[in-house]
């Protein structure tokens, strides 16, 4: 839809994965997005790649939610599907980017997931993994309770189920660190007054494009910080958590 108020921590994230990416594209063109949302991300992704032939996966698309995309994309290499299985049977091409984002702390059995899915035909050693998600989860609030999170993650746990999911670590850390004390005021708040359990104000972005695009831009020049840090081995902490890996070998 694009009536949609995107939130600054999304057109943020998804400026932050772009970057991420951006070394690691050389002729690769190819991108699935599991768990794709409106499609939103993966339309970025195939707007500033030039070439680009993307797949979008997501079994909560409606039968018109799914048939008007479709329309959508009609004339462009966007393909969308609901049902996994048709995917898998209809990707016959190796993919090169694999977009996990903010998913997998909606799946309960989180590595058997990942793990179904690195041993589909269309994934090859070469095949690049992005996976993004909440971290920390001393910060796990009614924020995660509404969206459906099982859990939050760190550096760690995160490798540790990437691990266990035959994948291996090319890179690792976190992002937008200025959010995490808004976050933490948020939860102790929480040990003081019962939140609301219709919606924690978080899901739905009214602001102006002026401050849209203001915060925006704070989270991005605070992800390219946490960038300058990492050469010199320090890794800043952020209310997101990203890894890139591959299949093992």
């Known amino acids: 839809r694009s009536d949609i108020k995107r939130h600054p921590w ?5 400026k932050v ?6 070394p690691h594209l050389r002729d690769k063109n190819i991108f699935l ?20 032939k993307c797949f979008a996966l997501d079994p909560a698309f409606s039968d018109g939610q799914l048939a008007d995309i479709k329309s959508k994309f009609s004339d462009k290499n966007l393909f969308v599907y609901k049902d996994a299985a048709l995917l898998n049977q209809q990707l016959k091409q190796k993919v090169d980017f694999v977009f996990l984002m903010d998913v997998i702390e909606h799946i309960e059995e989180d590595e058997s997931f ?5 041993n589909q035909p269309y994934i090859t050693s ?6 993004t998600v909440p971290a920390y989860q001393f910060l796990f609030a009614s924020h995660d309770v509404f969206l459906g999170h099982y859990r939050r993650y760190t550096n760690t746990f995160l490798k540790k189920k990437i691990k266990i999911s035959n994948l291996q ?5 976190y992002f ?4 995490l004390l808004p976050r933490f005021i948020q939860k102790c708040k929480e040990k003081l007054i019962k939140p609301n359990e219709d919606t924690t104000g978080l899901v739905e972005w ?12 704070i989270l991005y020049f605070d992800y390219k910080m946490g960038r300058l840090f990492k050469p010199l081995g320090i890794n800043l902490p952020g209310l997101s958590n990203y890894i890139l890996c591959k299949k093992s070998a």
Do not use: K, W
């Not at 994965?17 to 951006?22: A, G, K, N």
């Not at 849209?212 to 831009?217: A, C, G, V």
């Open 10 to 14: 999304e057109l943020a994230r998804t």
């Open 17 to 22: 994965v772009l970057d991420l990416i951006h």
């Open 33 to 52: 997005d599991v768990g794709c949302g409106d499609v939103y991300f993966l339309e970025q992704v195939y707007n500033h790649i030039p070439n680009s």
């Open 114 to 118: 990942l793990t179904n899915l690195v």
């Open 126 to 131: 070469e095949t690049i993994f992005v996976i």
């Open 169 to 173: 670590t090319v890179q690792c850390g």
């Open 176 to 179: 937008f660190m200025s959010l």
């Open 206 to 217: 009214q602001g102006g494009n002026f401050i849209s695009n203001l915060m925006q831009s």
